[in-house]
């Protein structure tokens, strides 16, 4: 363990003093490893940080900036040349401070043990990996659990993820991604939220909440908001791309789920690729300290993204390595992944005056505040224990939690004549598409821990129920095999070998389910795509199959909104599956034999053409938003496809019939301090018993910056029984309708308001109000 001796926590007569302060020097002086450092005597972190920090030289003070990716096979002999070897002498002189992609109790334990007894100080390390949607056992993508809308079930998800990654000795995800994503041909839309801000910033706060819980033990891990700020606002969807945006959107659309990750009390922060107002986030001294660590007083860390100090050398930002590392620290970058900048420069920058040893002891006091506040002092081992490992991974009860968030994730889009749920007997069922057969695309994007081939199908999900007579044929691949980048596919845009067989077998069957869609490598980082319909040949395949039986149930499997507008208006039955992790088969079967009656809602809005994009509910109405001439072509619109969306943010059907009615308002008008009170009836007019996300929009009709015509303020989940009818209440306030105004704070303008309520953004009751500002 660390000791660190402060002379303010003893008393001791003089000639103690004299006698401490020697061996204090001499043991300072030693060139022998330190051992058995303690601060049990010091009464806050902060004290234990600081006294730290007077006996650590500065060059270690620097290796806590410093992140290594895993670089040698750990069970066999240490690495003797080039970059390894030279990591690995870093490791042993405490000039590291992180490791990442390093998982398994053996293995973390090995490195550890290096850091914490090799080592001068013997501080421990942390230990980061990608636990974006589950570790071995694969929850949904965020996405699709943002589809859930089920504040619970998404905390839950990150629990059992977290309790799984620590099994394995890991201590820090770089997750929850919090950007708010407008544009489906960006592949990272999988890893967040949507496109709403509202809805993200809750979502934040659970997986913040999920991950992190109480991290005095050794079930949970620090979260990580990323990607700070503006990255899903590459330019055409492309990613790592430019991003241009204006200060109010900055403020009132990207920035708002980072402040509700901080509130949440996330522990670390990451930064992004992209450039905002002409400076790379990493080197944005705006970003990382005037608005994350002064406006907001945030106390932990920030690390860089993989390789991103370098990278403002191709930018365009930074002359070189040293001048990338420079500019890093200076603005606030506290942890250098993967650039090697820091180890490399900063003691030679100190030197020579371009950067403050009082900003490196900053940067160090923060990461080891972190290490404190886990725990990691007092047994850095916490995380090393092989009988829980092997008790936690895999566990019913985690299973269990993913396959509850997988079936709240589904999103019915369409089912016309009540094709769903299936009949349970009697019936032939033709399944047919590649997607329905794959136990490793389900697993989606970024699931780096899991095996492939581990994921339940579609197929051994049907198959559970066994009074229909089920016949299973591919019909076509997505994708024809891969590179050796493990994540990159080729998709199958020639073979329609299989067609005539799926043929056959649909014309035998009553209903058809079709698993067409994206498979889980083709979303993802650096996965963008322009043409977001079904790939390869699956269009073709599926329009082949509606000629010969009409009873088609579409099941979708994407990572992002797909532009489907044939099937949107043929096919009579649409299911949104999304990549739905190791249980996805039984959640999907579970959904279409209705066992489980959906109540997913879109947290993306599916355009009905890519040249729609970016698309979203919350536009700006513009100064020309309709025709005032019948014949007119002047007025915002396209000139070959229709302004709104195929489906919009906030649509999902449900086995159930939900009726709105009887939207109320408690008074007219409100001031300062006060609130109205606005209540809608929801009526399940079905013998089916369901749940219902019910939905409040508002309108801020005049500011002083152009405002939104909608913008989601609340929702609530709604369970009812057959025919059962519910008031609903919201309540809206000062805080409800405040924005970042053109007197750039965050305030609420007095003016006139409307307010919506309903199952989606689309379909609405609304009512007037007005707010009453007193100065």
Not at 69 to 89: D, L, M, R, V
Not at 253 to 281: C, R, W
Not at 493 to 500: A, Q
Not at 551 to 576: F, K, Q, T, Y
């Amino acid at each position: 363990m660390v000791l660190v001796y402060v002379l303010s926590n003893f008393t001791m007569d003089l000639k103690s003093l004299k006698v401490f302060l020697i061996i204090s020097f001499l043991i300072l002086s030693c060139a022998s490893p330190k051992k058995n450092i303690t601060t049990s005597n010091l009464t806050s972190i902060d004290q234990k940080v600081d006294s730290l920090l007077q006996i650590m030289t500065l060059e270690e003070k620097i290796g806590q900036l410093n992140q290594y990716n895993g670089f040698w096979e750990i069970t066999g002999p240490a690495p003797k040349e080039g970059q390894a070897a030279k990591k690995y002498n870093d490791l042993k002189k405490g000039l590291v401070g992180s490791m990442l992609n390093v998982k398994g109790v053996k293995d973390v334990y090995a490195i550890q043990k290096i850091a914490v007894e090799e080592s001068r100080l013997g501080i421990p390390l942390l230990f980061g990996f990608d636990v974006i949607h589950g570790h071995k056992t694969i929850s949904p993508i965020p996405l699709a659990e943002a589809a859930s809308w089920d504040l619970e079930a998404i905390k839950k998800s990150a629990e059992v993820a977290a309790e799984e990654a620590a099994a394995e000795g890991i201590n820090w995800t770089f997750a929850p991604m919090v950007d708010v994503s407008r544009d489906a041909r960006w592949g990272r839309v999988m890893e967040g939220a949507g496109e709403d801000t509202y809805l993200g910033s809750k979502i934040a706060e659970a997986r913040v909440k999920g991950f992190q819980g109480d991290l005095s033990t050794n079930k949970n891990i620090l979260a990580c908001a990323k990607h700070f700020a503006g990255y899903a606002f590459a330019e055409s969807g492309r990613d790592y791309n430019t991003v241009a945006v204006s200060d109010e959107v900055l403020h009132n659309v990207i920035l708002p789920p980072f402040k509700a990750s901080v509130d949440a009390g996330v522990k670390t922060f990451m930064n992004s690729f992209n450039e905002l107002n002409g400076i790379p986030a990493t080197g944005s001294r705006f970003l990382q300290r005037d608005i994350l660590k002064r406006d907001w007083n945030f106390q932990g860390f920030m690390v860089s993204d993989w390789g991103s100090i370098n990278e403002m050398i191709p930018h365009g930002f930074a002359k070189d390595s040293k001048h990338a590392a420079e500019i890093a620290l200076n603005a606030g970058s506290d942890m250098d992944m993967e650039s090697y900048a820091y180890v490399d420069h900063l003691s030679t920058l100190v030197k020579e005056g371009k950067v403050k040893e009082t900003l490196i002891d900053d940067a160090a006091r923060r990461i080891l505040k972190v290490k404190f506040e886990l725990g990691l002092f007092e047994n850095p081992y916490k995380y090393c224990n092989e009988a829980h490992e092997k008790a936690t991974v895999g566990k019913k009860e985690i299973h269990d939690a993913v396959l509850d968030v997988a079936k709240k994730s589904i999103v019915l889009l369409k089912n016309e004549n009540n094709l769903l749920p299936l009949p349970k007997s009697g019936k032939k069922i033709a399944l047919i598409g590649a997607l329905a057969n794959d136990k490793t695309s389900p697993l989606g994007s970024w699931r780096i821990a899991a095996q492939d081939n581990t994921a339940i199908s579609v197929l051994e999900g049907m198959q559970q129920y066994k009074n229909n007579e089920l016949t299973y044929v591919k019909g076509a691949d997505v994708s024809v095999g891969r590179t050796q980048f493990i994540w990159e596919t080729h998709i199958n845009t020639t073979d329609k070998s299989g067609f005539t067989e799926a043929i056959e077998v649909a014309k035998k069957a009553d209903v058809v389910v079709l698993v067409l869609g994206e498979h889980g490598l083709q979303s993802g980082e650096g996965r963008s795509r322009t043409d977001i319909g079904l790939p390869g040949v699956q269009q073709e395949l599926l329009e082949a199959i509606y000629q010969v039986n009409k009873n088609v149930v579409l099941v979708l499997n994407n990572g992002r909104p797909l532009a489907i507008p044939w099937a949107a208006e043929n096919i009579p039955a649409i299911v949104e599956a999304w990549h739905l992790g190791t249980q996805s088969g039984n959640a999907i079967a579970q959904v279409l034999y209705g066992d489980y009656n959906p109540s997913g809602k879109l947290p993306m809005t599916f355009p009905r053409n890519v040249g729609q994009l970016p698309i979203y509910y919350n536009y700006k109405n513009t100064g020309r938003p309709s025709m005032n001439e019948p014949e007119s072509v002047f007025w915002s619109h396209y000139s070959d496809e229709k302004n709104t969306p195929q489906f919009a943010f906030g649509y999902g059907l449900s086995y159930s019939k939900f009726e709105y009615s009887d939207l109320k308002l408690s008074a007219n008008s409100f001031s300062n301090n006060g609130k109205i009170l606005v209540s809608v009836t929801l009526k399940n007019n079905s013998n089916v018993a369901g749940k219902e996300v019910v939905q409040l929009y508002i309108r801020d009709l005049i500011g002083s910056t152009t405002r939104p015509v909608k913008e989601l303020k609340g929702f609530e989940m709604v369970t009812l029984s057959p025919f059962e009818s519910k008031t609903i209440t919201f309540e809206i306030n000062e805080e409800t309708i405040v924005f970042y105004t053109a007197n750039q704070k965050w305030e609420a303008e007095a003016g006139d308001f409307k307010v919506f309520v309903g199952g989606s953004s689309d379909k609405t009751l609304e009512a007037n109000f007005e707010f009453l500002k007193n100065n």
